[in-house]
Nanobody, 115 residues
Framework: QVQLVESGGGLVQAGGSLRLSCAASVRISSFSAMGWYRQAPGKQRELVASITSSSIGNYADSVKGRFTISRDNAKSTLYLQMNSLKPEDTAVYYC?????????WGQGTQVTVSS
C-alpha cells in the first residue's frame, strides 16, 4: 500500500506564496503519472499540474506562470510551488500518483487565499 503525506497548506493573503509537499512511502520513480489536483467547495476535482518522468511539467491554464511542479526522486517527494496566489486558488489540494493499474491519492491539504 502506497502512502502519500501532504504538507505545506495554510492561510495566505492574495499575492503570497505557498509550497506544497507530497512525500511517498515508496520510490516515486516507479509511477507512470504524478500530479496535483484541487477541489473547491461545490466544484469538481480538477487537475492543477502534472509532471513527467523527465520532470516536464504541464499546467492548467488558470495556474500557468504562477505554479511550478517538481519532483525529487531521491526524497520520493513531489512539490508544488504556488506564487501570486489568488482567492480563486482556495481549495483542498491533493497529490496523485499512479501506475497503469492503480491510482493513489493523498489525504489533501487546505489552501486558503484571503483577499
Amino acid at each position: 500500500q502506497v502512502q502519500l503525506v501532504e504538507s505545506g497548506g495554510g492561510l495566505v493573503q492574495a499575492g503570497g506564496s505557498l509550497r506544497l509537499s507530497c512525500a511517498a512511502s515508496v520510490r516515486i520513480s516507479s509511477f507512470s503519472a504524478m500530479g496535483w489536483y484541487r477541489q473547491a467547495p461545490g466544484k469538481q476535482r480538477e487537475l492543477v499540474a502534472s509532471i513527467t518522468s523527465s520532470s516536464i511539467g504541464n499546467y492548467a491554464d488558470s495556474v500557468k506562470g504562477r505554479f511550478t511542479i517538481s519532483r525529487d526522486n531521491a526524497k520520493s517527494t513531489l512539490y508544488l510551488q504556488m506564487n501570486s496566489l489568488k482567492p480563486e486558488d482556495t481549495a483542498v489540494y491533493y497529490c496523485m500518483v499512479a501506475t497503469i493499474h492503480i491510482t493513489y491519492w493523498g489525504q489533501g491539504t487546505q489552501v486558503t487565499v484571503s483577499s
